[in-house]
């Protein structure tokens, strides 16, 4: 039963599904790469919305690594 994109929630799953990816780089890039190929395939998320995700994830890796160093 498909149910379509769902927006918001997709994006912020993916941002912190690839914050996870960036910051601790072992089994969790094999992970990532197989969730955005789902979410590609199944249509949850166009490129637009993917390449939003990254960004904040990205930003919120930052976040993160910096926050240690304070």
């Given at each position: 039963?498909?149910?379509?994109?769902?927006?918001?929630?997709?994006?912020?799953?993916?941002?912190?599904?690839?914050?996870?990816?960036?910051?601790?780089?072992?089994?969790?890039?094999?992970?990532?790469?197989?969730?955005?190929?789902?979410?590609?395939?199944?249509?949850?998320?166009?490129t637009?919305e993917?390449?939003?995700?990254?960004l904040?994830?990205?930003?919120?890796?930052?976040?993160?690594?910096?926050?240690?160093?304070?």
């Amino acid at each position: 039963m498909r149910q379509g994109r769902h927006g918001g929630w997709v994006v912020l799953a993916t941002a912190f599904q690839w914050r996870f990816a960036v910051a601790e780089m072992e089994t969790t890039l094999a992970v990532t790469a197989v969730y955005l190929a789902w979410i590609r395939c199944e249509g949850r998320a166009d490129t637009r919305e993917i390449a939003l995700a990254l960004l904040l994830g990205t930003l919120i890796a930052a976040a993160a690594v910096g926050f240690l160093f304070l």
